[in-house]
Nanobody
C-alpha cells in the first residue's frame, strides 16, 4: 500500500508562481518515476510533467519552459515549480508515483490539489 499526498495548490494571479509538493509513503521498495497530471472541468486529463528516479524529466509542450519538476528520492517527494502561470493552467493537479511495493510494481495517484489562476 502506497499513499500519495499533494499540497501547495491555491489561488494565484496571472504571471505568478506556485510550487506543488507530493509525498509518497508506505511500503515503497523503490521508485521508477513520479509525475503530475492536470484536469480542467469538461476536459481530458493531461500529463504535465514526469521525472525518473535518475532525474530525467519530460514536459508537456504547454508548460515547457515555465514549469520545473524535481525529485527527492530519499524523501519519496516530487515538486512542481510553476512560473509565469496562465489562466489556462487552472485545473486540479494530480500526482502519481510508479514504484515497487512489496516486490510488485504499483502505480499510485493522489487526491489532487486545486490550482486557480485568475485576476
Amino acid at each position: 500500500q502506497v499513499q500519495v499526498v499533494e499540497s501547495g495548490g491555491g489561488l494565484v494571479q496571472p504571471g505568478g508562481s506556485l510550487r506543488l509538493s507530493c509525498e509518497a509513503s508506505g511500503s515503497i521498495d523503490s521508485i521508477y518515476d513520479m509525475g503530475w497530471s492536470r484536469q480542467a472541468p469538461g476536459k481530458l486529463r493531461v500529463l504535465v510533467a514526469t521525472i525518473s528516479s535518475g532525474g530525467y524529466a519530460n514536459y508537456h509542450d504547454s508548460v515547457r519552459g515555465r514549469f520545473t519538476i524535481s525529485i527527492d528520492n530519499a524523501k519519496s517527494t516530487v515538486y512542481l515549480q510553476m512560473n509565469s502561470l496562465k489562466p489556462e493552467d487552472t485545473a486540479v493537479y494530480y500526482c502519481y508515483v510508479r514504484s515497487r511495493s512489496r516486490g510488485m510494481p504499483l502505480t499510485s495517484w493522489g487526491q489532487g490539489t486545486q490550482v486557480t489562476v485568475s485576476s
